[in-house]
C-alpha cells in the first residue's frame, strides 16, 4: 500500500518531505563529481546542486521542489523567544525556510529546515577526528540551547561527506561521540552498493519542539582507487 500523497500531508511533513528528496538527489549528484577539499568547498557545491535539482524536479511536474531556495551560512532567524540569545548569532551551514500561514503570530511564522554538514572518515595526518566532530559541532547543534538549530520545528538533517572508512566503523564511531550527549545511537540499515547512507533517530531537547528527529544522509566521496 502507498503511502499518502504529499499534498494531503501537514504543512511541515510536506516541506520536510521535499526538502530531503531534493538533498538526496543533490548528493548523489555531488558524489559522480568526486569534489576533493574542506568543508567549505563541498558545501558551496552541494548548494549550487540543490538549487539545480530543485529546479529540475519543477520543470519535470515533480511536485518535489520548492518555491524558497536554501540559504547558505546564515544566521539563526530571530524568534520572540531568543532576544539577545547566544543562539541567534549561530550559523547553520544551509537552511530552508517556508512561511507558516497558518500561524496566526507573525513574529512565529517562519519555518525552517536546518541542513548541518561535516566530513566523515579517519583521523587527519594533523590529528584532527571528523567523526567526532561530526557529533560535536554537528549533532549537538540540534540538541544544545546555545546553539538551537531546528527551533520550533520538528526535524533536520545532518548531511556527510564520507572521505574514507566503512559506514559500519564511521557509525560505531559516531554513536561512541554520541554517548555524552544522551543521544540515542544511529543504527545502520546500509543498502548494499547504494554510497548514499540514510539514518535518523529523535532525542528530547530543553526548548521547543522536542522530541526531535535528525535524519543523517552519508555521501560516499572517496576518490576512486
Known sequence: M???LISDLPLWERHEQRVLAVLRSALRRLR??????DEDKLNRELYFLLREVNKENKKSGSNLWLDEMPIREARNPP???TEDSASEKKIPDLQWRYEDHQEPDPRRSERTFVIECKRLGAPSSAGWRFNDHYVDDG???FAHPNWRYGKDVASGAMAGYVQSMTPVDIVADVNRALGPLKVPTLTLLQVAGDPLTEMDHSF???????PFRLVHLW??????A
Not at 204 to 210: E, G, H, L, V
Not at 219 to 224: A, F, N, S
Open 2 to 4: 502507498s503511502g499518502p
Open 32 to 37: 559522480t563529481m568526486r569534489i576533493q577539499g
Open 79 to 81: 524568534t520572540p523567544d
Open 139 to 141: 549533532v549537538r547543534r
Open 204 to 210: 528530547d531537547r530543553p526548548f521547543k519542539i522536542s
Open 219 to 224: 555521501i560516499d566521496i572517496c576518490p576512486i
